[in-house]
């Protein structure tokens, strides 16, 4: 599971000075979507690979105020995470397990509980999502920011030792907001993963992820198409 997340956590979801919701990127790292500016009412987000396989669809919905009220996932297995929201809580099931999920008074996500595993999250003074851990494992991710509250190094470490690093360069265009490549280092080799997308009004409806080698060689493509609807 923790290896699975990496990716996702730098996926295109730091988008810089456009106007969001308070907690809305922190919840497009931990759900893994694109974090959409201005009052968001749903979300609707799909990958697909590049023969159009089904890889991964998740439709999260919001208050008025920002705050996550339902969340449902599909990942490439059939696995389903679906939660919805009562006061300080989202309850639902993940994976065929009971999920317990708990929000602080900023509706921040803090704590995650199923029956077989614990994961706490931390937050750095600026309100971002600073740390990712469990109480039964050394394993923990470690989020960095720029100045403008962009992420930009993910590292994964196991006590001292860094299992793995990526690090984020955003596209000098602050209207793409969602644009951004990713150097991935593990096990003494790394690769790059570039996410270019397309906009209507600023915000990304459409986006290509192409991964390639050290070498700069092909070897993976994916893309995913964005719906959103506002109050």
Known sequence: MVMVMAMALLSGCDN???DFSPQMKNYAYLYQFEAIPGNVK???QRLFSAD?????????????????????????AGEITEVTRSGEQ?????????????????????KKVTPTMAVDI?????????????????????????????MT????????ETLSRASAV?????????????????????????????????VPYYCDTLTTDADGKLIDKQY????????
């Open 16 to 18: 810089k000075s456009a």
């Open 42 to 44: 749903s979300t609707h």
């Open 52 to 76: 159009g396989t089904p890889l991964f669809d998740v439709d999260i919905a919001f208050d008025q105020q920002g705050c996550v009220t339902h969340v449902k996932s599909i990942d490439k």
């Open 90 to 110: 989202l309850t639902g099931t993940e994976n065929g397990q009971d999920v317990v999920v708990t929000l602080n008074k900023q509706c921040a996500v803090i």
């Open 122 to 150: 931390a937050y750095n003074a600026q309100g971002w999502v600073d740390q990712i851990s469990s109480p039964a494992s050394d394993v923990k991710f470690h989020l960095t920011y720029n100045k403008a509250g962009d």
């Open 153 to 160: 190094l993910l590292s994964i470490m196991k006590g001292d």
């Open 170 to 202: 955003h596209d000098a265009d602050v209207k793409k907001i969602s644009d951004v490549i990713t150097t991935v280092q593990r096990n003494n080799q790394s690769k790059t993963v570039s996410t270019h997308c397309k906009y209507k009004n600023d």
């Open 224 to 231: 995913g198409t964005i719906e959103v609807t506002y109050y």
